[in-house]
């Protein structure tokens, strides 16, 4: 066994142009070392969170009962708790991969924090929304993530014209995507056209995206269609995310991005995510294994970190298969899938779980308020 060969398998993902990112956040993550661990170890360099994951950290631990408890005796209701509680940890965070966010001249070290997911049908407020949350988190290392509704779409080019950095997050058709793509170039040319027109605004090289493709949930919601056509099971989401990954190629070249690339501009990398396998009867690890490749981030739940790091084998695999992957797609469309349908209903129940987990949160939150102030704490 050579020296490269006896590396981590996760820490070997960089070799073939990918990074990995964590998906998860919490003070158990952040304040035992585990984070610090998983930079050294295994090469991780980036967090992402999302309503979801706030809610399952901060009920699930009592690491942040006394942060409740003074915020409550301080006079601040659920909300206001809810947002310092998530601020926080996003804060921790970002100093923690800093030195990464330094060291790959901001390609890496990012952190992510959600636009609040009851604005996911408001283009205006989600950009106010946004920058606020940038002001407050307040490090030069922080996404924001914004869905990838219609109105949010709107929004992501608004805030790419700001100079804003962002995580645009639940995508699953490929023609949201291209959407999507369309809004970050649009974004980086209107600010440029500030910058003509004497404004004062960021250098292109200053804003970054990630595009979010969610792809387990896809099978999820195929293989229910599909019945007892077993050879097209556990296919769909890979076939789509490969796919995805040749309109980024096609997309990030050509004269367009070319103007953009020659004034400092990066390329919005995909990022997959919803990597956990959902099916037990699929590899723990394939939505990982089969979209290895450059330019791209993968992120992953603790559970997928360590299953990859136990037996995942690095070698460039998004760009195999491709053609199959389309000839998939097209098998489902000649079947009666409509796959417009079925990611818009995913991208329905994306908002809508993010959304419930939110008021859980603060449900959760109001529960412990009262019952602090009910002690006289």
């Given at each position: 066994m050579t020296m490269d060969e006896a590396r981590n398998p996760l820490a070997r993902l960089g070799d073939f142009g990918q990074s990995v990112w964590c998906d998860d956040i919490g003070r158990d993550l952040l304040l035992a070392g585990r984070l610090q661990t998983l930079i050294e170890e295994d090469g991780i360099s980036g967090v992402t969170s999302n309503p979801t994951i706030f809610h399952k950290a901060?009920?699930?631990?009592?690491?942040?009962?006394?942060?409740?408890?003074?915020?409550?005796?301080?006079?601040?209701?659920?909300?206001?708790?809810?947002?310092?509680?998530?601020?926080d940890d996003i804060r921790m965070a970002a100093d923690q991969l800093h030195r990464i966010y330094l060291a790959t001249g901001s390609r890496d070290g990012w952190v992510s924090?959600?636009?609040?997911?009851?604005?996911?049908?408001?283009?205006?407020?989600?950009?106010?929304?946004?920058?606020?949350?940038?002001?407050?988190?307040?490090?030069?290392?922080?996404?924001?993530?914004?869905?990838?509704?219609?109105?949010g779409v709107a929004a992501i080019r608004d805030l790419t014209g700001c100079g804003c950095s962002v995580n645009v997050t639940l995508i699953f058709s490929l023609e949201r995507y291209e959407a999507v793509m369309d809004a970050f170039l649009s974004g980086l040319e209107a600010l440029e056209a500030r910058r003509d027109a004497g404004e004062t605004v960021p250098l292109l090289d200053q804003v970054h995206s990630v595009a979010s493709f969610f792809v387990s949930r896809v099978d999820t919601a195929v293989?229910?269609?599909?019945?007892?056509?077993?050879?097209?099971?556990?296919?769909?989401?890979?076939?789509?995310?490969?796919?995805?990954?040749?309109?980024?190629?096609?997309?990030?070249?050509?004269?367009?991005?070319?103007?953009?690339?020659?004034?400092?501009?990066?390329?919005?990398?995909?990022?997959?995510?919803?990597?956990?396998?959902?099916?037990?009867?699929?590899?723990?690890?394939?939505?990982?294994?089969?979209?290895?490749?450059?330019?791209?981030?993968?992120?992953?739940?603790?559970?997928?970190?360590?299953?990859?790091?136990?037996?995942?084998?690095?070698?460039?695999?998004?760009?195999?298969?491709?053609?199959?992957?389309?000839?998939?797609?097209?098998?489902?469309?000649?079947?009666?899938?409509?796959?417009s349908e079925v990611t818009a209903a995913l991208e329905r129940e994306g908002v809508r779980a993010f959304v419930d987990s939110q008021e859980a949160l603060l449900a959760a939150l109001e529960e412990k308020r009262r019952k602090y102030l009910a002690k006289g704490w």
């Open positions: 901060i009920v699930g631990s009592s690491a942040y009962d006394e942060a409740v408890r003074r915020l409550a005796s301080d006079g601040a209701g659920a909300g206001e708790i809810m947002e310092a509680l998530m601020i924090i959600e636009v609040a997911p009851t604005l996911a049908y408001d283009t205006q407020g989600t950009v106010s929304e946004a920058m606020r949350i940038k002001a407050a988190v307040d490090r030069p290392n922080v996404l924001v993530k914004v869905p990838a509704t219609e109105e293989d229910k269609r599909l019945g007892d056509r077993s050879e097209l099971r556990g296919k769909t989401a890979v076939a789509g995310a490969k796919c995805a990954y040749r309109q980024f190629r096609e997309t990030f070249s050509g004269a367009r991005w070319a103007a953009l690339e020659a004034l400092g501009a990066t390329v919005q990398r995909p990022l997959w995510a919803s990597t956990s396998t959902k099916d037990p009867a699929y590899s723990d690890i394939l939505y990982v294994q089969e979209l290895i490749g450059s330019d791209t981030v993968s992120t992953m739940p603790l559970a997928t970190i360590d299953a990859f790091r136990d037996h995942g084998v690095p070698a460039e695999t998004v760009t195999a298969g491709v053609d199959e992957a389309a000839a998939h797609l097209a098998e489902l469309r000649a079947m009666g899938i409509d796959m």
